[in-house]
């Protein structure tokens, strides 16, 4: 069993930053793509940012430029620093990973609120 545990969330004004952070543990084998998705209330789930184990990534045109994913691989971690939060950033963050045995697993989500 993976379990994924996000923290980082908040409420904050636009303009301010966050950073998310996401950390698998359990039976985990290896971790191919670690990525974030947000989902506003009565919309989708989309897609965020994703990065791969050779560090190659894919950010959605609405946070190119200011959001910034990463990882540290030895402790199974992701990150999303995010900069420069305008109000429509506003959603439940959530962490998913594709685990190579598997499959994917998702966080529990995480609050993110910006206020204009």
């Known amino acids: 069993q993976v379990q994924l545990v996000e923290s980082g969330g908040g409420l904050l004004q636009a303009g301010g930053s966050l950073r998310l952070s996401c950390a698998a543990s359990?039976?985990?084998?290896?971790?191919?793509?670690m990525g974030w998705y947000r989902q506003a209330p009565g919309k989708q789930r989309d897609l965020v940012a994703t990065?791969?184990?050779?560090?190659?990534?894919v950010y959605a045109d609405f946070v190119k430029g200011r959001f910034t994913i990463s990882r540290d691989s030895t402790k199974n971690t992701v990150y999303l620093q995010m900069d420069s939060l305008k109000p429509e950033d506003t959603a439940v963050y959530y962490c998913?990973?594709?685990?190579?045995?598997?499959?994917?697993?998702w966080g529990q989500g995480t609050q993110v609120t910006v206020s204009s």
């Open positions: 359990g039976t985990i084998f290896t971790i191919k793509t």
């Open positions: 990065i791969t184990r050779d560090g190659t990534t």
């Open positions: 998913k990973i594709s685990e190579a045995v598997r499959g994917d697993y």
